[in-house]
T-cell receptor, first 113, second 114 residues
């Protein structure tokens, strides 16, 4: 069975600081990995995805993530956080089974001015 | 930019009532999904739909739930007899023409069961 763990429920950073959100997955085959962001009252917006190839993937809004197969991780990073990045971030894993995604618990990001 | 739209944005209903949540997926997409998120919990898969039939469903998706694509554009989730524990945000999603790809989510329908 596939699963995703996001160890940090809530992270607080100062504006301009760097950010890393952790994600560990369990999946029996080659995983397809995603990071989505959800602002209050909004739907889920895709930040970036990993299907194959280069293990460092770039996304929207200056985010990047690195796939590390040996660690079963897909951590999200941003070098300098903006106040508008405050939201909840979800890591998800999927495969070829009609594209069903399994989500992690989510990490709430608070940004202090 | 094409988007997935959901209606209603918020519905309040009495326990035991039937509810239909509606979704208009992106027009050329072939794969459709319903997810739900109970307040404070993770986003959970309910059902996937492809080629006019359910392709996969979770254990949450019991006989009280059904999905339909009645007219080639809408994709609906029906809950026949709502329970208090059905209160959640329900997200519709669609995906293009490949089994592998990103899901595009709607903004959700919040269901409150009293």
């Amino acid at each position: 069975a596939q699963s995703v763990t996001q160890p940090d429920i809530h992270i607080t950073v100062s504006e301009g600081a760097s950010l890393e959100l952790r994600c560990n997955y369990s999946y029996g085959a080659t995983p397809y990995l995603f990071w989505y962001v959800q602002s209050p009252g909004q739907g889920l917006q895709l930040l970036l995805k990993y299907f194959s190839g280069d293990t460092l993937v770039q996304g929207i809004k200056g985010f990047e993530a690195e796939f590390k197969r040996s660690q079963s991780s897909f951590n999200l990073r941003k070098p300098s956080v903006h106040w508008s990045d405050a939201a909840e971030y979800f890591c998800a894993v999927g495969g070829t089974s009609y594209g069903k995604l399994t989500f992690g618990q989510g990490t709430i990001l608070t940004v202090h001015p | 930019e094409p988007e997935v739209t959901q209606t209603p944005s918020h519905q309040v209903t009495q326990m035991g009532q039937e509810v239909i949540l509606r979704c208009v997926p992106i027009s050329n997409h072939l794969y459709f999904y319903w997810y739900r998120q109970i307040l404070g919990q993770k986003v959970e898969f309910l059902v996937s739909f492809y080629n006019n039939e359910i392709s996969e469903k979770s254990e949450i998706f019991d006989d009280q739930f059904s999905v339909e694509r009645p007219d080639g554009s809408n994709f609906t989730l029906k809950i026949r007899s709502t329970k208090l524990e059905d209160s959640a945000m329900y997200f519709c999603a669609s995906k293009g023409t490949s089994r592998v790809g990103e899901l595009f989510f709607g903004e959700g329908s919040r269901l409150t069961v009293l």
